[in-house]
């Protein structure tokens, strides 16, 4: 039974999604596991935008900084959750044309594996692409944060940190159907990403207020932690 990779992830009720990456007939491996990751680091960070902007209403140009980063956390989750179907949709194509490729007496197109592996190789790249992106814009805000959201912040960087990491794993996974300069480039690429996420990374941990003792409850535009 082919599956249906039409259907978007964003659609799933939590539960589905943890049954369709449980089950190994469905494409839903760990491009998409990464994929919803960031796009779920996304919203957390969104969330501490929003919170913050609505802390700085008296401070125009903090309020505009949280404002712009509150827009881009919102536009990068839903740019994951679109990669996300895009994962599922490139592993479908993958696999199909493996097993194509294995069949007795198929004449597949060189070409056609070909496009299919750089595909899935190009696929888990672009997710980590934008979680970078996402880091950059964490770390562009933490200096403006208070302390009460420095811990939904520092989880955030954590978890778009392996997510990234996770993405540049399914990446390498596929580099062995490449040649040449195609090869060359995706190595190349996924260095590059590596390299600027474990940067960015540290900055955002050192670019963070401490966390402080939980305040008194009621105390005023506090955010517990949980």
């Not at 039409?6 to 839903?28: F, I």
């Not at 474990?198 to 008194?216: E, F, G, I, V």
Request: proline share 6%; net charge neutral.
């Amino acid at each position: 039974m082919t599956p249906d990779t039409t259907e978007s992830v964003a659609q799933w009720p939590l539960q589905t999604l943890v049954k369709r990456l449980a089950d190994p007939r469905d494409p839903s491996g760990g491009g998409l596991l990464a994929a919803v990751t960031l796009a779920s680091t996304a919203a957390v960070t969104q969330m501490v935008a929003t919170i913050e902007r609505k802390r700085a209403r008296q401070d125009q140009v903090r309020a505009q900084a949280f404002a712009e980063a509150e827009r881009c956390f919102g536009q990068l989750a839903e740019q994951l959750l679109r990669q996300a179907d895009l994962e599922r949709a490139i592993l479908a194509r993958l696999l199909a044309t493996l097993r194509a490729s294995r069949q007795g007496g198929a004449r597949l197109p060189a070409e056609n594996l070909h496009e299919a592996a750089a595909a899935a190789a190009d696929g888990p790249l672009t997710t980590a692409e934008a979680g970078l992106e996402l880091l950059r814009r964490a770390l562009a805000i933490a200096p403006l944060c208070s302390r009460f959201v420095a811990s939904d912040l520092a989880a955030a960087g954590y978890v778009a940190r392996a997510a990234i990491e996770a993405a540049l794993c399914m990446a390498e996974a596929n580099m062995p159907l490449l040649a040449g300069a195609a090869l060359a480039s995706t190595r190349a690429r996924a260095r590059a990403i590596a390299e600027e996420a474990s940067s960015l990374a540290r900055q955002l941990a050192s670019a963070l207020p401490s966390t402080p003792t939980p305040p008194d409850v009621g105390a005023a535009n506090a955010r517990p932690h949980a």
